[in-house]
């Protein structure tokens, strides 16, 4: 087991420092957990983070900041033989070694791991929920409806989440959101930092300037109404949505045909190649399907370093999932684009009718609806103003850094016992701390994160 050794900051004031454990199935993925671990550090808390083994980019970046990286002893894969059962009982014998306080983790298969491995510990459990999908899968959502028990707190991503968590059962008070977020120094427009760096750099002073740059550098018409999606492409999932691939590529380039039919000179910039090789294999169907390569009108770029000039590039966001939390829209936001987002989990909450439109998941003929709409308001003069609007919300909703205090702030109360009704205690599992419980909640969660349909019941 290697262990790569870092440090600890000064310990918050009134309070007796925690060890915490950081769970995740992933060593290259998952950097949005560094606000988090950064702020617990700040309190005085000690983290320490088990990942998979090998080089990743945040085994990393984790490393370079000076947090211990552990190897996990297991794989998080749950095939049905001995090795399973043996990965399990190390990862046990890791964390008994280690002895948190504080178990935390982050995706499904972590879940599973942390759950399952530390069964009888005495160790408070903190789970936090990036995406919903789990608990779309008709196999898994009657399973969770048990195994959320386990948890002392679920920590979820969206106000949408936390509801679906309500339908299975979990009061209120054990499930708090905190958004994953944006960093809102990075997730910048260039063209405000150009200003002041324009004397030593030489940079473009305008936003004119770079978005005339940035659309030259791609090949696309600079006077083109460019909408721009930033997604991986995944496979489609026997179990989830009928099989239809979460990411909505095939619904946007349906719309496409029907709004670039209208608008000629349009463009859609598609950001992001398939996610594994069968990701990938969906992705080719798709350019075959929709005839792409003859299509001059769509930009299919697969790889990008770095997606801020795709955003600066373009006038319009879209997100036409099936599943999502907040998903590429909070970027987009935060980099002054107003955002078209289907109505599917957390995607509602990005945006508000002053900085975008919502439509019905899976609906191609309502998503070229929205793109007519947006591009009245582009030909118009008036969407460039919306993206304004919409940097605005972002800083005030989905900054990751105040997303961090609220997940250290769960963290803490899960390590005191804070919650109404963590596992094995009196008021026993599922129950609420008294009348109103879900209400205030509700209301809490609702005033920090608006949803476009606060009572909206039907599964996302």
Same mark, same amino acid.
């Given at each position: 087991m290697n262990v790569h050794p870092g440090g600890?900051?000064?310990? =918050? =004031?009134?309070?007796?420092?925690?060890?915490? &454990? &950081?769970?995740?199935?992933?060593?290259?993925?998952?950097?949005w957990i560094i606000p988090q671990v950064t702020e617990l550090r700040r309190r005085g808390h000690e983290v320490l983070v088990v990942l998979p083994p090998g080089p990743g980019r945040l085994t990393a970046e984790l490393t370079r900041r000076g947090f211990p990286v552990l190897d996990?002893? $297991?794989? $998080?894969? $749950?095939r049905p033989r001995p090795a399973t059962l043996r990965g399990l009982w190390r990862l046990r014998?890791? &964390?008994r070694r280690l002895r948190p306080d504080v178990l935390h983790y982050h995706l499904y298969a972590s879940a599973l791991a942390a759950r399952l491995g530390t069964l009888g510990l005495p160790v408070r459990r903190v789970h936090m929920v990036a995406g919903p999908l789990f608990l779309e899968s008709a196999l898994i959502r009657p399973v969770e409806r048990v195994l959320w028990r386990l948890d002392h707190v679920t920590i979820c991503g969206t106000a949408h989440t936390s509801r679906r968590y309500g339908d299975l059962g979990c009061p209120a008070p054990r499930r708090p959101v905190a958004t994953y977020g944006v960093d809102p120094a990075h997730f910048a427009p260039s063209w405000s930092l150009a200003d002041r760096d324009r004397p030593a750099t030489g940079a473009p002073a305008s936003r004119e300037e770079l978005r005339a740059k940035i659309r030259a550098d791609l090949g696309i018409d600079q006077g083109a109404f460019l909408a721009v999606m930033v997604a991986y492409v995944y496979p489609p999932k026997r179990l989830a949505h009928h099989g239809r691939a979460i990411k909505g590529h095939d619904v946007l380039l349906a719309a496409w045909r029907t709004f670039h039919a209208r608008h000629p000179r349009a463009h859609l910039l598609l950001v992001g190649g398939g996610w594994t090789a069968a990701g990938e294999a969906y992705r080719r169907d798709l350019v075959r399907r929709f005839d792409l390569d003859a299509d001059p009108s769509v930009t299919w770029v697969e790889s990008m370093p770095d997606v801020r000039p795709c955003y600066e590039a373009a006038d319009l966001s879209v997100s036409p999932s099936l599943s999502e939390g907040h998903g590429a829209a909070c970027e987009a936001s935060a980099m002054n684009l107003p955002s078209v987002v289907s109505d599917a989990?957390?995607?509602?909450?990005?945006v508000d009718g002053e900085t975008g439109w919502v439509v019905p998941r899976g609906d191609a003929p309502a998503l070229a609806s929205a793109l007519e709409a947006a591009y009245r308001?582009?030909? =118009?003069?008036?969407?460039r103003a919306r993206g304004d609007r919409a940097r605005d919300r972002a800083l005030r909703l989905f900054d990751n850094r105040l997303a961090a205090v609220r997940v250290a702030d769960a963290i803490e109360r899960a390590a005191g016992g804070g919650t109404a009704s963590g596992p094995g205690t009196a008021s026993g599992p599922g129950t609420a701390s008294g009348p109103g419980t879900e209400e205030r909640a509700h209301e809490e969660f609702s005033s920090i994160y608006p949803v476009a349909d606060p009572d909206r019941t039907r599964p996302y």
């Open positions: 600890s900051g000064p310990l =918050a =004031a009134g309070r007796d420092p925690l060890r915490v &454990v &950081v769970l995740l199935k992933t060593n290259s993925g998952g950097l996990s002893p $297991f794989d $998080f894969g $749950f014998r890791l &964390v989990g957390g995607l509602p909450e990005t308001e582009f030909e =118009a003069g008036r969407l």
